[in-house]
C-alpha cells in the first residue's frame, strides 16, 4: 500500500446500533480520506460530527435512547475502487438452516453490494463446508445473474482462504464473547475481492441472533419450528409458532440488519410487509417459554 497517494475510508459506527427494537442503520457518515484533501484528521472529525446530525438525534430522540450515552468509533482502512465483488458471509446458515456443519456465502459482482443490492440484483449463494473433506465441499445455490455462463465469482481459490478466515474469526470472536456451546453464536463478515484479485474481510460482528447465556436466560436456542404464509409474499404475511407464544418477531436482511420488530402476544401474527423491498429475508421469533429463538426465511416478491 502506498499510504502518500492512497485514499483512506473512514468508517463509522456507535455503541447504539442494533439495540434491541432500534437499528440505526444509515444515521451516521462514513467519509473517504483523498490524498489531496490534506491530514486525516479532517474526515476523521467528520464522522465523530455525525453523530449529532439532525437525523441521528431525531432517531434516538424518538425511540427514547440516551444521547450522552452514545459514542463513535472509527475505523480507518484502505478505500478500494474497480472492485471485483463484495459479499456477506455468515459462519452458520441461517437461510437454509442446515445444520451446523456450513458457512453461508453472499455474493455480487463489481460494487453493487449485496448490503443495499440494486432491485434487479440476484446474488450468488454457497454453502460452504466447513471442513473440506473432498472437492465437492461447497454446495451453489444461486448463480450471479450479473456473471456469465453460470460461473462462480467465488473461485475455489477464494472459497479456501474464505473457510480459513471464517474459521479464525469465529473460533476467536466466540472466545472474546465467552460463547462456548452457545448455539446461538455466530460471526458475519463483510468482504470483497479487490482490484487486484485479493480477499479482503472489511468487518466482523456477531450475527444477529446471538444472545448471551446467563442464569436468567439458560435455555437460549436456534430452532426453525416457525412458519410463515403466503411465501412468497408481497403485502401481508402470516407468522405461526406452533409450539408456543410468541413475544417478538423481528425481520432481518441478509446482512444481520434488522427492517422491521414488533412485541406480540399469540402464537399467530399478520404482518405487513408491503414496504420492504424485493428479495430475501429472515425472520426470528421469540418464544415466551424459555426465551427460545425460532428462525425461518421468506421472499418478499
Not at 435455555?219 to 408456543?244: D, H, K, R
Amino acid at each position: 500500500m502506498d499510504a502518500a497517494n492512497s485514499s483512506i475510508r473512514c468508517r463509522s459506527s456507535t455503541n447504539n446500533e442494533d439495540l434491541p427494537g432500534f437499528n440505526g442503520a444509515g444515521l451516521y457518515t462514513s467519509k473517504t480520506q483523498h490524498p489531496d484533501e490534506g491530514h486525516i484528521s479532517k474526515s476523521i472529525k467528520q464522522v465523530y460530527a455525525s453523530l449529532w446530525n439532525l437525523r441521528a438525534f431525531d432517531e434516538r430522540e424518538f425511540y427514547k435512547i440516551n444521547h450522552f450515552k452514545t459514542a463513535m468509533g472509527v475505523l480507518c482502512h484502505q478505500n478500494h475502487t474497480n472492485e471485483e465483488a463484495n459479499g456477506v458471509g455468515v459462519s452458520t446458515d441461517p437461510m437454509y438452516q442446515t445444520k451446523n456443519t456450513f458457512f453461508y456465502l453472499n455474493t455480487q459482482v463489481g460494487e453493487d453490494l449485496v448490503t443495499n443490492p440494486d432491485s434487479l440484483s440476484i446474488p450468488e449463494e454457497i454453502l460452504l463446508d466447513k471442513i473440506s473433506f473432498s472437492e465437492d465441499d461447497y454446495i451453489i445455490l444461486n448463480y450471479s445473474n450479473f456473471y456469465t455462463n453460470d460461473s462462480l465469482i467465488m473461485k475455489e481459490v477464494y472459497l479456501d482462504q474464505m473457510r480459513a478466515y471464517l474459521t479464525i474469526i469465529h473460533n476467536k470472536f466466540e472466545v472474546l464473547y465467552k460463547a462456548n456451546n452457545n448455539e446461538t453464536f455466530a460471526m458475519e463478515i463483510e468482504y470483497k475481492i479487490t482490484s487486484n484479485n485479493q480477499l479482503t474481510i472489511k468487518q466482523a460482528r456477531p450475527w444477529v441472533t446471538y444472545q448471551p447465556i446467563t442464569n436468567n436466560n439458560p435455555m437460549v436456542f436456534l430452532n426453525s419450528e416457525l412458519l410463515i404464509y403466503p411465501n412468497p409474499s408481497q403485502n401481508l404475511i402470516t407468522i405461526e409458532a406452533p409450539s408456543g407464544i410468541l413475544t417478538l418477531v423481528t425481520i432481518v436482511n441478509i446482512v444481520g440488519e434488522k427492517i422491521i420488530q414488533k412485541e406480540v402476544a399469540n402464537s399467530k401474527v399478520l404482518l405487513n410487509i408491503a414496504n420492504l423491498t424485493s428479495g430475501t429475508y429472515i425472520l426470528i421469533g421469540v418464544l415466551k417459554e424459555n426465551n427460545r429463538f425460532l428462525t425461518t426465511k421468506f421472499v418478499k416478491q
